[in-house]
């Protein structure tokens, strides 16, 4: 079955370091990914999504993600953190073109804490 | 811009009791419009999507239903509730473009059954 992992359920980091959040995926073919953030009761928002291209996506708020096809990661980066940064973040993905694609699927998620 | 609205914000509901949630969107036409449940916040689960007016499809069969009696708003609706419908629900669109569309949510509605 096609899924994505986040292996991770938190991440701790300290502001100002560098975070990542990870996400491994197994689709057959080339996999639509998405990285989507969920700050505490309320909606989620769309980050970044590689499609086809250039393997680094830049996306909102700094965020930045790196599509590696030998390893099948799609792991979630940013320079320095913020407190701000802490929240939810769900790695997706969604099937090829056709009956369902539309559909995505999400992974169970990484409760990123940044720490002052 | 494209704006996503949800209400009620929060819910309770006792047992048995039926239930509608509302989705709207603005600024868009004919988009795609879905219906998530997050339980325990961690992972969605996909309830119902819906591709145009009248049409919907359903994920997961339960008691709960979905009807989009206008292009922009998308209805989520139970007869009688049961405890294990608590959870947050979500809404979300993408346009019609058909290949790895973006969604954008709403705010979500959390509901609690007791």
């Known amino acids: 079955a096609q899924s994505v992992a986040q292996p991770e359920d938190q991440v701790n980091v300290a502001e100002g370091n560098p975070l990542t959040v990870k996400c491994t995926y197994s689709?057959?073919?080339?996999?639509?990914l998405f990285w989507y953030v969920q700050y505490p009761n309320r909606g989620l928002q769309f980050l970044l999504k590689y499609i086809t291209g250039d393997n680094l996506v830049k996306g909102s708020y700094g965020f930045e993600a790196e599509f590696n096809k030998s390893q099948t990661s799609f792991h979630l980066k940013k320079p320095s953190a913020l407190v701000s940064d802490s929240a939810l973040y769900f790695c997706v993905f969604s099937p090829l073109a056709g009956a369902g694609s539309y559909q995505l699927t999400f992974g169970k998620g990484t409760k990123l804490s940044v720490i002052p | 811009s494209q704006t996503i609205h949800q209400w009620p914000a929060t819910l309770v509901q006792p047992v048995g009791s039926p239930l509608s949630l509302e989705c709207t969107v603005e600024?868009?036409?004919?988009?795609?419009l879905y219906w998530y449940r997050q339980a325990a916040g961690r992972g969605l689960q996909l309830l119902f999507y819906?591709?145009?007016?009248?049409?919907i499809s359903s994920e997961v069969p339960q008691n709960l239903s979905a009807s989009r009696p206008q292009d922009r708003q998308f209805i989520l609706s139970s007869k009688k509730l049961l405890l294990s419908d608590s959870g947050f629900y979500l809404c979300?669109?993408?346009?019609?473009?058909?290949?790895?569309?973006?969604?954008?949510f709403g705010p979500g509605t959390r509901l609690t059954v007791l």
């Open positions: 600024g868009t036409s004919n988009p795609n």
């Open positions: 979300a669109w993408s346009v019609q473009a058909g290949v790895a569309d973006t969604q954008y």
């Open positions: 689709v057959s073919g080339n996999p639509y």
């Open positions: 819906s591709v145009g007016i009248g049409q």
